[in-house]
């Protein structure tokens, strides 16, 4: 089932439609070639949407991606009061009610991780917020210790009961805080709810990802005062609680980084050099510059030009070490994709990842593939290659693995079938269309 964004859908329906139903079929080991277009950024668009809530105006944005997660967000604001409406293709308008309610929906927000930046934009405009702890992909630990202590910090008043955090504030104040870590959804909400301040806020230790850049620009231009996005360090002069926001322009989501970068490993292992290779429009490979320093290591010609990037499988491809990072460092979205390039290369090569801990949970369905992998920690996995892989049923753990057994199924000899395909619906937008368009065997099953 594709995702129809101008219908109306029930939350409850859709789970029970998709998860477990829909599955892919991939006909593997085919080369590619041709060009595929990026959606808009999930990351991004999901905190522009949340955004809505500083302004006095509808917010109009492009380009955004009709994907699961999105649908989720919109039935959990529109439970808020925010209104809605789908002003042309892959554009919508939001427009933030005077008087909300503030307890968010609870399944909602135990299904999707990006609910958390609510916290910030709904407690700074409505003086409160509760909402349970926010789900999403099964990738480790994932407490939200940081937004609490930031918006304490702030002077707000906070309280957990029962996995329920409740948040008041009359006015949230001017603060210096440190994160313990880089954090994109805390760095972005805690930068929003500053935006409404009364005084100036210092946020430390920021996380620099390319999303927050795109909401800093978005809100400085709608009237907000913000240095410093995209450094570690970020000073927000609140214009003040009674204070709102005006949208000028619309914005335009920025392309999906990890998405072009999926489709670029894709490319190395499977576009026909013959051809022409693949060609992935609409992305700005400077996002995913670490990405293709590890692709041209392990022996991957990329060509490319500011909103393009084209890439086909070389004759040898060698083994290269990988650590995950902040941005600009290696994308921790980016690791499972990789380690299904690196069972193809020649040697032996190590994956560190850094910022979670539950994220190799697809490693036991690569190896039953026939990849050769051993994970030593929780952090760290070696990868012997390269290994021939056969078609297999495998599940997805989370969306970026669900990409990754794709990618697997179509390098495989043979037939594979991804089950939970809403888990990759969550975050890419008509995958197995795009695919299919350049020569993937592969089909939509419900
Ligand atoms: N952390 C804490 N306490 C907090 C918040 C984070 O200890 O209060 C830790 C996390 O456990 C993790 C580290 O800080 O070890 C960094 O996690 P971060 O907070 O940056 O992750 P996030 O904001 O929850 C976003 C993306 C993820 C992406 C990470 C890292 C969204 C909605 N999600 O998550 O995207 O992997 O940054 O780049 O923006 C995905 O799209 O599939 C996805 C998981």
Redesign the pocket.
């Known amino acids: 089932m594709g995702v129809e964004m101008n219908e109306r859908h029930d939350f409850k329906l859709i789970l029970a439609y998709n998860i477990g139903v829909a599955k892919f079929l991939i006909q593997g080991d085919r080369f590619l070639s041709g060009e595929i277009a990026v959606s808009g950024a ?2 991004s668009a ?2 522009i949407f949340a955004a809505s809530f500083l302004f006095n105006t509808p917010v109009h944005v492009k380009n955004v991606p009709l994907i699961e ?1 999105i649908l989720r967000l919109k039935e959990l604001l529109s439970a808020v009061g925010v209104r809605i409406s789908n002003t042309g293709s892959k554009e919508f308008a939001l427009e933030a009610p005077e008087n909300a309610n503030t307890d968010l929906d609870k399944i909602i927000t135990k299904s999707l ?2 609910s ?2 609510l916290l910030g934009p709904v407690l700074a405009r409505y003086g409160k917020v509760s909402m349970q702890h926010p789900g ?2 099964v ?11 930031g918006l304490k910090a702030m002077g707000a008043k906070a309280r957990e009961e029962n996995g329920c955090y409740f948040f008041e504030a009359k006015k949230l104040r001017s603060a210096d805080f440190t994160f ?9 909400t805690l930068m929003m709810a500053s935006v409404l301040a009364d005084g100036k806020v210092i946020l430390r230790n920021c ?1 620099c ?1 390319p ?1 927050i850049v795109a909401l800093a620009e978005f809100l400085n231009d709608s009237g907000a005062k913000i240095k410093g996005a995209g450094t570690h360090t970020i000073i927000i002069e609140g214009l003040g609680t009674k204070a709102r926001l005006t949208a000028r322009a619309p914005f335009e989501v920025i392309p999906d980084r ?1 998405e072009a970068g999926s489709l670029l490993i894709l490319g190395a292992l499977l576009g026909n050099p013959r051809g022409g290779g693949l060609k992935i429009k609409n992305c700005r490979p400077l996002h995913f510059s670490s990405l293709t320093a590890h692709l041209e290591a392990a022996g991957v010609k990329i060509t490319r030009g500011p909103d393009w990037i084209s890439v086909s499988r070389p004759k040898k491809l060698s083994a290269v070490d990988v650590k995950t990072g ?2 600009p460092g290696f ?3 980016l690791q499972a994709p990789f380690v299904v390039f690196l069972t193809q290369t020649d040697g032996k090569s190590q994956i560190f990842e850094t ?3 539950g994220r190799f949970e697809y490693i036991n369905e690569l190896v039953r593939m026939g990849a050769n992998i051993t994970q030593c920690d929780p952090h760290r996995v070696i990868i012997f290659g390269p290994s021939p892989l056969s078609g297999r049923e495998v599940k997805s753990p ?3 693995a669900g990409l990754a057994f794709v990618i697997a199924g179509l390098i495989a000899k043979g037939t594979s079938v991804v089950h939970n395909v809403y888990n990759i619906d ?2 890419y937008e008509s995958l197995d269309q795009k695919l299919a368009a350049v020569g993937a065997d592969i089909k939509r099953v419900s």
């Open positions: 999930k990351n999901l905190k997660d991780r990006a958390v930046v999403g992909c990738i480790g630990k994932r407490p939200i210790n940081f937004f609490v202590d313990l870590a880089p954090s994109v959804t805390a760095t972005e996380a990802e999303e990890i902040e941005y994308a921790t979205d910022i979670f801990d989370d969306l970026r969550r975050g």
